[in-house]
């Protein structure tokens, strides 16, 4: 069956994606979908060498929550400060030590400081083991790294170890 599906969730994810896109449930549109969702994982399963593991789902949905509050609130405190004096932000770039060497578990923690307004993740060092973040106020370079390792990095390492 693994090699028929090589990867369900990605499967599915992809046949939602296209209804979605064509929006209509149409039979035609139904097995093209279904066709493509079943042949592009084939097709591409070789470029996927190191699978996720997810350890802990019930830690995983406390984080996309968790995520998913900080964007709300990310977007008020940036709304604020973009509408207040410019000369009171404090943009900055800190290098942020990584812990996690889990490939997917960087991509994912890059991907959350990006989708959260006010911090962008830029680049990684070459042994992967930095992480550079500007971050649009920044009082405390310490504290923002301490808070990203305590609110992502750390539940991270545990949902994929």
């Known amino acids: 069956m693994r090699r028929l599906l090589p990867a369900p969730l990605l499967s599915a994810a992809l046949l939602v994606v296209w209804l979605l896109l064509n929006n209509t449930l149409a039979p035609g549109q139904i097995l ?3 066709l493509l969702a079943l042949v592009l994982p ?5 470029l996927r060498p190191e699978r996720a593991h997810l350890r802990r789902p019930v830690l995983a949905a406390r984080l996309l929550l968790r995520v998913l509050w900080d964007i709300v609130l990310a977007n008020f405190e940036v709304a604020r400060r ?13 290098w942020l030590p990584l812990d996690i060497r889990d490939p997917w578990g960087i991509a994912v923690l890059a991907g959350i400081i990006t989708l959260t307004p006010g911090t962008v993740s830029s680049d990684l ?6 992480l550079l973040v500007h971050a649009l106020d920044v009082d405390d370079p310490a504290a923002l790294v301490a808070a990203i390792k305590q609110r992502y990095e750390r539940p ?3 949902i994929l170890t």
């Open 82 to 94: 973009i509408l207040g004096p410019e000369a009171a932000l404090r943009p900055r770039f800190v």
């Open 32 to 34: 093209l979908g279904a």
């Open 42 to 46: 084939l097709l591409t399963d070789r």
């Open 156 to 158: 991270l390492m545990e």
């Open 125 to 130: 060092t070459a042994d992967r083991r930095y």
